[in-house]
T-cell receptor, first 118, second 117 residues
Framework: AQKITQTQPGMFVQEKEAVTLDCTYDTSDPSYGLFWYKQPSSGEMIFLIYQGSYDQQNATEGRYSLNFQKARKSANLVISASQLGDSAMYFCAMREDPGSSNTGKLIFGQGTTLQVKP | GAGVSQTPSNKVTEKGKYVELRCDPISGHTALYWYRQSLGQGPEFLIYFQGTGAADDSGLPNDRFFAVRPEGSVSTLKIQRTERGDSAVYLC???????????????FGPGTRLLVL
């Protein structure tokens, strides 16, 4: 069965510094997608970044990058130059790639609370 | 363009009552998902619609939960005989389908916070 593990319940980072949020996953499917979402206190899940299992390069989106280590089954999120507005809950999620029999539903980890200190 | 919208944003009800939660997906998104998020947890899948049909309802916890999407756009999640354990945030997400893995990213609405007293 698919599983996502986020081992850091809470993290602190100083403003303007970089921070890494850990995510490991388990699946027997050779084709899958990995996602990171941000959930501020307002509650909305905001899509940040996507990594496909066959992508040769690590995904990057602005200040966000995904450190994808396929052999280790890890997909850590790196946030560079942290800002106060980055304080939120961050969720790692996995999806079996869409196909005729796959629904595309997401499996989420428990989340990591990030607090950025001024 | 407009994102996913959900109404109401908050719902307080009494145990045993019936509630309906509404989701309006991004225009053109044929796939619609419902998730439930308990306090301090990640969202958990409930049901998936492709067009008007429920293609996967394996996440619905029991037969008190039901969802419809009659015209392939707006969806309603219905909970009968609510219980205190149903209290959670109900999230709706929508995506494109058939456009490739990257394009099928799910975009979420703000959620409905349900409190059953």
């Amino acid at each position: 069965a698919q599983k996502i593990t986020q081992t850091q319940p809470g993290m602190f980072v100083q403003e303007k510094e970089a921070v890494t949020l850990d995510c490991t996953y388990d699946t027997s499917d050779p084709s899958y997608g990995l996602f990171w979402y941000k959930q501020p206190s307002s509650g909305e899940m905001i899509f940040l970044i996507y990594q496909g299992s066959y992508d040769q390069q690590n995904a990057t989106e602005g200040r966000y990058s995904l450190n994808f280590q396929k052999a280790r089954k890890s997909a850590n999120l790196v946030i560079s130059a942290s800002q106060l507005g980055d304080s939120a809950m961050y969720f790692c999620a996995m999806r079996e790639d869409p196909g005729s029999s796959n629904t595309g539903k997401l499996i989420f980890g428990q989340g990591t609370t990030l607090q950025v200190k001024p | 363009g407009a994102g996913v919208s959900q109404t109401p944003s908050n719902k307080v009800t009494e145990k045993g009552k019936y509630v309906e939660l509404r989701c309006d997906p991004i225009s053109g998104h044929t796939a619609l998902y419902w998730y439930r998020q308990s306090l301090g947890q990640g969202p958990e899948f409930l049901i998936y619609f492709q067009g008007t049909g429920a293609a996967d309802d394996s996440g619905l916890p029991n037969d008190r939960f039901f969802a419809v999407r009659p015209e392939g756009s707006v969806s309603t999640l219905k909970i009968q005989r609510t219980e205190r354990g149903d209290s959670a945030v109900y999230l709706c997400a929508s995506s494109l389908k058939g456009q490739g893995p990257r394009q099928e990213t799910q975009y979420f609405g703000p959620g409905t916070r349900l409190l059953v007293l």
